[in-house]
């Protein structure tokens, strides 16, 4: 079955520390690939996606993640993140599988940003 | 506006009683999801409908149901089967199931009394 793997379950940084969150998933076929952001007391909201094309993808609030197909990987990054980051982010995957196909969520990473 | 609603924000149910979360949204469509978030698991499919009256069973269907008599509109009924019933409820849409991104709604906080 297809799954998602997130490494780290809870991130302290501080300010303008650089930010690298892992996302592995286990399918061999066509992927689509979402980062999800959650901040305190909002909607889940759409980050950045791949479908095609370059494998770097840049979303909002300067985030960006790398899409490497050989290690099955989609790693989110920010160069300097900010108090305002403070958020859980889910990695998912949508596995083209013939039928239904279904969007599949890592566990989250919370992460704390701190002044 | 354009988007989805969830109500009530809090819903308390009591042992033995059936509870009713509401979706709607006003997006045109066609497929529509609801997903049960816990600390540490992520998000779980409950059921989805990809068009109306028609709806699927996702991973952790039981003690759940659904309905889809509108477009706009995907109700899940949280029943007496489901024992651990306490999480997060997030509902979601998207134009057509796959490749197209989802949008989610502000969520559900279901607690058993």
């Known amino acids: 079955a297809q799954s998602v793997s997130q490494h780290n379950h809870h991130v302290i940084l501080s300010e303008a520390a650089s930010l690298e969150l892992g996302c592995n998933y286990s399918y061999g076929g066509t992927v689509n690939l979402f980062w999800y952001v959650q901040y305190p007391g909002q909607h889940l909201q759409l980050l950045l996606k791949y479908f095609s094309g370059d494998p770097l993808v840049k979303g909002i609030k300067g985030f960006e993640a790398e899409f490497i197909k050989s290690k099955f990987s989609f790693n989110l990054r920010k160069p300097s993140v900010q108090w305002s980051d403070t958020a859980e982010y889910f990695c998912?995957?949508?596995?083209?599988?013939?039928?239904?196909?279904?969007?599949?969520f890592g566990a989250g990473t919370r992460l704390a940003v701190h002044p | 506006d354009g988007g989805i609603t969830q109500s009530p924000k809090y819903l308390f149910r009591k042992e033995g009683q059936n509870v009713t979360l509401s979706c709607e949204q006003n997006?045109?469509?066609?497929?529509m999801y609801w997903y049960r978030q816990d600390p540490g698991q992520g998000l779980r499919l409950i059921y989805y409908s990809q068009i109306v009256n028609d709806f699927q069973k996702g991973d952790i269907a039981e003690g759940y149901s659904v309905s889809r008599e509108k477009k706009e509109s995907f109700p899940l009924t949280v029943t007496s089967a489901q024992k651990n019933p306490t999480a997060f409820y997030l509902c979601a849409s998207n134009s057509h199931p796959g490749e197209e991104t989802q949008y989610f709604g502000p969520g559900t906080r279901l607690l058993v009394l």
């Open positions: 997006l045109n469509h066609d497929a």
């Open positions: 998912a995957v949508i596995a083209f599988s013939g039928g239904y196909n279904k969007l599949i």
